[in-house]
Nanobody
Framework: QVQLVESGGGLVQAGGSLRLSCAAS????????MGWYRQTPGKQRELVAT???????NYADSVKGRFTISRDNAKNTVYLQMNSLKPEDTAVYSC?????????????WGQGTQVTVSS
């Protein structure tokens, strides 16, 4: 099992910045991708950004150029630097990690952290 604990959410004005962190613990050996998803009430969870163990990144079009995902493999921690925040970025942000074992992918999720951007 992998446990994910997020931190860094909060309230910020439009145009401001926040940095989210997610620390993995437990059976962290062979974690592959880590990343962030977000969800607002009444909407499906959407990908924000992911990063593989090798450092390859993927971003939602809506955050490209504003958000940066990074990862410290030694600390089993993934970060999301969010700049130029907009009210539409308001959501619960959840950390994600996956592992491959025996050809099966196992997904793990954090509890989520609220990000609120005021106009």
């Amino acid at each position: 099992q992998v446990q994910l604990v997020e931190s860094g959410g909060g309230l910020v004005q439009a145009g401001g910045s926040l940095r989210l962190s997610c620390a993995a613990s437990g059976s962290v050996f062979s974690i592959n991708a880590m990343g962030w998803y977000r969800q607002t009430p009444g909407k499906q969870r959407e990908l924000v950004a992911t990063i593989t163990s090798g450092g390859r990144t993927n971003y939602a079009d809506s955050v490209k150029g504003r958000f940066t995902i990074s990862r410290d493999n030694a600390k089993n921690t993934v970060y999301l630097q969010m700049n130029s925040l907009k009210p539409e970025d308001t959501a619960v942000y959840s950390c994600y990690a996956d592992k491959l074992r025996g050809g099966v992918r196992y997904d793990y999720w954090g509890q989520g952290t609220q990000v609120t951007v005021s106009s």
